[in-house]
């Protein structure tokens, strides 16, 4: 249950070339970069509940690790994808072309994701 907990974001790095790259057009990408976002994850067994809030904005995705399931993208598409836990403290999915790594350390949730050589890292904090 190492995941349990809400998460805010702290910062953030590459967020325009990233999302550039998976397709986001320059305006949504200008209204996304500067906006704080909070994570609610529920872990339980090998299931995970994932809800992240930017302003109005909820994006909620349901996984049980190793079996595939459908997620929706940061641009609304949604996506088949096989989420699999490495040790106790990290998750790996492989999102079309995207590899997604987060990972507990302490009390950060670090989220690294992937798309040829360009990546976008999310460090939220854990704030209960």
Same mark, same amino acid.
């Given at each position: 249950?190492?995941?349990n ?13 990233f ?13 996304? $970069?500067?906006?704080?976002? %909070? @994570?609610?994850?529920?872990?339980? !067994? &090998?299931?995970?509940?994932? +809800?992240? #809030?930017? =302003? ?37 999915? $492989?999102?079309?072309?995207? %590899? @997604?790594?987060?990972?507990?350390? !302490? &009390?950060?949730?670090?989220? +690294?994701? #992937?798309? =040829? ?12």
């Open positions: 249950m190492a995941f907990g809400h998460y805010e974001l702290q910062s953030q790095e590459n967020f325009a070339p999302m550039k790259a998976i397709g986001l057009s320059d305006d949504l990408i200008e209204k996304g $970069k500067d906006r704080k976002s %909070t @994570s609610e994850i529920v872990e339980t !067994g &090998d299931h995970f509940k994932i +809800t992240v #809030t930017t =302003g109005s904005q909820v994006l909620v995705n349901e996984f049980t690790i190793g079996k595939e399931t459908e997620i929706e993208s940061p641009t609304g598409e949604k996506i088949k994808a096989v989420i699999n836990r490495d040790g106790k403290n990290k998750l790996i999915a $492989k999102i079309q072309n995207i %590899t @997604s790594v987060t990972e507990i350390i !302490g &009390d950060q949730l670090t989220n +690294t994701m #992937t798309i =040829g050589d360009i990546f976008y890292k999310r460090i939220s904090k854990r704030i209960s």
